[in-house]
């Protein structure tokens, strides 16, 4: 099952990057120290590894020095502003400073059919597949990285790496689709350039912050950081740890249907009650099941989303600009209603309330929002990340829709899971989860049992 390493290019952007410097806005900065999104696309590909360096490789290559040209900033880094007031900034050189992203080629034996499948498999199989963002030595690090792994004769996997700073999974799937757009150019299809994404939105002055959230919050966590670590926690039991393993589950059309039905008949027609509210709750109170024998039920249960906030801010910026335009979104409910017959519809009300919240302003309590976060990680709150509006199953780099695509990074946050819309038009939402292997056969059991309910 061993990854052998083919190849590392820098590649480039090409023609060569403008480079410049670009400051941090207010949601950029809490995610400065974080790390980077991860995402997997698996394509059938029948073919050798020679095969593929010989006609493939070509075009990842062009194409991604192509997308790189528009997407410059993602080349640069990330520095401490040269004025010394305790700032960040991006930072590029240009394309005459020999900077690039690195672009990795392997080649693996591993089972491409059981990791680009849906049962659950070690999550450490898929990092494998995944790059690392390479760091200087002036401890800075690079913002984007790519890897190819071939697995002869049966298939491609492509893995992105994003670092959360540069920007949030609606640029980023922007970067990706582009890239791929590019390679189907590359590659000669026709009609592919009139298909290519419209370029991305670099003026990172439309993002307005006149209360100086921006600074507050670096402030915020110099001083978190100055107050020391926090005590470490319990020691785990005698053993090895856990392997975690990673899952997939779908929930179709006609059941989310159903449940949207169910939620409106117990909560009314004021329930704001979308796709992606009822498969949160459904997934947020099978989590709950799992930990339901080992909790209280007297407590609250906690759950964090992000809204995006392109088109509610006043005035909107464009959908293609790239960076971070995220907000927070914070939703409670007893343990207890969670773990009742009821519990998806307490879930689902609880986040249609928060969802509803935001028309009273989507910037509103936004001082507050990164100790609100520090307060809930001992409540272990479920956490969401991806979203079925981004299309990941649109990426096609002329091979075709992918058949699976992961979100692997999500393991690195307890209680995350992510979301993404059906491999196919008929599929709904496609529900991703990390688990130790006994959880996740607790989840699965609960899952089936909470869609046996809704026949």
């Known amino acids: 099952m061993a990854t052998k390493i083919l190849d590392r290019l820098t590649v480039a952007a090409s023609p060569p990057a403008p480079g410049g410097v670009l400051p ?8 400065l120290f974080t790390g980077p999104v991860e995402r997997v696309f698996f394509y059938p590909y029948p073919h050798t590894a020679e095969h593929f360096t010989a006609h493939l490789l070509p075009h ?39 900077e690039g992203v690195e672009l990795t080629f392997a080649e693996s034996s591993d089972d491409f059919d059981e990791l680009s499948g849906c049962g659950p498999r070690d999550v450490a199989r898929l990092y494998a ?58 590659a000669g299809e026709e009609h592919a350039e009139g298909a290519l994404p419209p370029p991305p939105f670099l003026d990172r ?8 959230l921006a600074a507050r919050t670096l402030d915020e966590m110099r001083q978190l950081a100055a107050n020391g670590p926090p005590p470490p926690p319990p ?17 179709t059309r006609d059941r989310i249907d159903r449940l949207k039905q169910r939620v409106v008949a117990d909560g009314g027609e004021r329930v704001h009650c979308s796709a992606f ?39 909107p910026i464009p959908q293609e600009y ?56 001992p409540e272990r709150p479920m956490s969401v ?39 196919d038009k008929l599929a709904g939402i496609e529900i991703g989860v990390v688990l130790p292997e006994a959880d996740m056969a607790r989840f699965s059991s609960c899952f089936a049992d909470g869609l046996e309910q809704l026949l």
């Open 277 to 315: 509210t009822v498969a949160c709750a459904f997934a947020w109170a099978c989590l709950a099941r799992v930990d339901g024998g080992r909790a209280d039920a007297e407590r609250r249960a906690h759950l964090l989303f992000s809204v995006e906030c392109r088109r509610r801010l006043a005035p």
């Open 24 to 31: 941090l806005t207010f949601f950029d900065v809490p995610w």
């Open 322 to 377: 790239l960076g971070n335009c995220l907000r927070p979104c914070f939703v409670e409910v007893g343990l207890g209603e969670l773990l009742g017959g009821d519990g998806v519809v307490a879930a689902a009300s609880a986040i249609g309330a928060s969802v509803r919240a935001l028309d009273d302003g989507v910037l509103a309590g936004a001082g507050g929002w990164f100790h609100k976060i520090l307060s809930l990680v």
């Open 60 to 98: 990842l290559v062009s194409s991604l020095s192509a997308a790189l040209h528009r997407f410059y900033p993602l080349v640069g880094r990330v520095r401490p502003c040269p004025d010394g007031g305790g700032g960040y900034e991006f930072c590029s050189a240009g394309g005459d400073a020999g």
């Open 129 to 186: 597949l995944v790059p690392q963002l390479p760091r200087a030595e002036d401890g800075t690090f690079a913002l984007a990285a790519a890897q190819v792994t071939v697995f002869a004769g049966r298939g491609i996997a492509v893995g992105v790496s994003i670092h959360h700073v540069a920007c949030d999974d609606s640029s980023y799937m922007h970067f990706v689709k582009t890239w791929a757009g590019q390679c189907r150019v590359a």
């Open 205 to 212: 002055g439309v993002v307005a912050d006149p209360e100086g």
């Open 235 to 251: 020691p785990p039991p005698t053993g090895p740890p856990p392997k975690l393993v990673i899952a997939s589950f779908a929930l």
């Open 385 to 423: 990340g991806g979203s079925p509006r981004y299309g990941v199953y649109e990426t096609d780099f002329g091979l075709g829709r992918p058949i699976k695509v992961e979100l692997v990074s999500i393991d690195k946050t307890p209680g995350t899971v992510s979301l993404a819309e059906g491999r």
